[in-house]
């Protein structure tokens, strides 16, 4: 039997160190709030974050280890990585690094001009496992359409995540995964969940973010610099 679960592949909290604010508590509680079965927790360059959601969600509620990974040439997510992976490697070294840990890698809101997309995504298309289509704060419907075309002309899955950095943004944006978990142990759950997102069967869904989000990050990030 084949089941529908909903998860939020893009999340940060107070852990990313210059961006973040939302504690990893108000993450997991707005997840179960807005009916999410699980999120990636993938703040910037650590996976502290992780390991602290992990001993929350204690009622079936899924956490994909995960780290959004700074490099010269943009940002790219492994997901099912739990080790750290050391940022500002080129990006073919990042993402050999999340493959040794047996790990997904996807470029996030590549083609968005606000932020830092991994530049020519076609060089490491064939090494990418997953590509984001829907990233609920690309403000333009362009950027996320562009990212679609992109992953159809790639044959690339194509994922989708909140990019949630404050509680109301969780869950504006997510994965439909299509995969069987009930009455499976937790331990057999992330690697089920894993095999489907690398074998495509997932959709993305969402709504588009305003630049009031892009606003509030910019005041945390002046506020966590004059710390």
């Known amino acids: 039997m084949v089941a529908l679960i909903r998860l939020d592949l893009q999340t940060h909290t107070r852990y990313s160190p210059s961006c973040g604010w939302m504690p990893v508590e108000t993450l997991v509680a707005m997840a179960r709030r807005r009916g999410l079965d699980g999120v990636a927790v993938t703040d910037h360059n650590t996976v502290a974050g992780v390991h602290e959601a992990l001993g929350l969600a204690d009622d079936g509620m ?5 780290e959004e990974v700074d490099t010269p040439a943009g940002q790219i997510i492994g ?13 073919e070294a990042v993402i050999d690094a999340i493959h040794d840990q047996g790990g997904l890698a996807f470029a996030p809101h590549p083609f968005d001009r606000l932020r ?11 090494a990418l496992d997953a ?6 704060r690309c403000v333009r419907p362009s950027y996320n359409d562009r990212a679609r075309s992109f992953a159809r ?18 869950g504006n944006a997510y994965t439909v995964v299509d995969v069987d978990i009930d009455d499976v ?9 894993k095999t489907a997102i690398r074998d495509g069967r997932v959709r ?16 945390v990030k002046l506020a966590r610099s004059l710390r």
């Open 204 to 219: 993305a869904v969402g709504t588009r973010g305003s630049l009031v989000n892009h606003a509030g990050t910019k005041v």
């Open 116 to 126: 830092q997309g991994l530049e020519n995504p076609a060089a490491y298309a064939d």
């Open 79 to 91: 997901l099912f990585v739990e080790e750290e992976i050391r940022p500002w490697q080129p990006p």
């Open 185 to 193: 142990p937790v331990a057999e759950r992330l690697p089920r969940v």
């Open 153 to 170: 002309e790639w044959g690339l899955p194509g994922v989708g995540g909140s990019d949630a950095h404050f509680a109301r943004e969780v």
């Open 62 to 66: 899924l956490i994909v280890p995960a």
């Open 131 to 136: 590509f984001e289509v829907f990233n609920a």
